[in-house]
């Protein structure tokens, strides 16, 4: 891992910017229409990432947090139909699991907790058991490698969050509500648009909020620039807005069915990878 944030991939390579995140969109804008749509597809696969590794595989929130942050990276720069979403999910677990160093979780264990979810959860929203095997997880996990250009190590808001609120003794008040903030803000694009330690400030000003603590004297000797945070605040807050519409049961299957699906080729050599195993179809008219 680099010595700091500053000196990592993660500052120097993938914090980007909004344009550059909405220049990736446009293909799969052309199929869901609304950006609102495409915002509910990635909270619903965020929400399937975070089931997978919780609920089925017992696995550390900062690893589940990575595998998000890979979904998120893969799907700024690619399109919702050059790889199926219930394929990179598990392999950007098994991926942080390596990452992270929590003990590997094997592929196979992959496709049997996808297969045990899908059926237990998310049943009403997939007409058809989880189809994909073992293979093709650790294919698209080369794939997934090459777009990150092995740029793995991610740096979350969870140490600062911890050191700033003990700075500010509020321990036992902020940190379990600030927590809980920054695990939503998986949900949205903040995670790949600012430094770590901005988003935990910001989570700490909604949390002050919440719990009625005044924190204006510890904020205004802090050197950073309260801009940023209000603008994370915003986008934070625009997503509960979201969040709070949103009704999985009844949008998910509707806006998966709109979403533009790879189409499976006939099976490539080895050296082939993934993506050439997928084009992407033509948008309904």
Known sequence: ???????????????????????GRQKDLQYLRM??????VHIFFTNYIQALGGEQLKLRQQVISTAIVYYRRFYSRNSLGDVDPLLLCPTCIHLAS?????????????????????RQKYSGIFQQD???????????????????????????????????VADLGQQ??????????????????????YPPYLIALACIHMAAVVNKKDVKT??????????????????IL??????????????????????????????PSPTEGVKSKVSTPSPSK
């Open 172 to 193: 036992e008040t902020l940190l379990p509500t600030a927590w809980r903030i920054v695990n939503d803000t998986y949900r949205c694009d903040v995670c790949l648009m």
């Open 1 to 23: 891992m680099a010595g700091n944030f500053w000196q990592s991939s993660h500052y120097q390579e993938w914090l980007l910017d909004k344009q550059e995140i909405e220049l």
């Open 130 to 164: 989880y189809p994909y095997k073992s293979s093709q997880i650790l294919e698209c996990e080369f794939l997934l490698l090459e777009m990150l250009d092995c740029c793995l190590i991610v740096y979350h808001p969870y140490r600062p969050l911890t050191q700033y």
């Open 238 to 267: 625009d997503l509960y807005k979201l969040w709070k519409r949103y009704d999985e049961a009844k949008e998910m299957q509707e806006l998966i069915e709109r979403m533009p699906r790879p189409k499976l080729a006939k099976s």
């Open 35 to 40: 950006v609102e749509d495409l915002q509910k």
């Open 218 to 235: 510890w904020f205004a000797e802090l050197s950073v620039d309260m801009s940023k945070v209000l603008e994370i605040t915003t986008q």
């Open 98 to 118: 390596k990452v992270e160093e929590c003990g590997v979780v094997s592929s196979n264990s992959l496709v049997v907790k996808s297969r045990s979810l899908v």
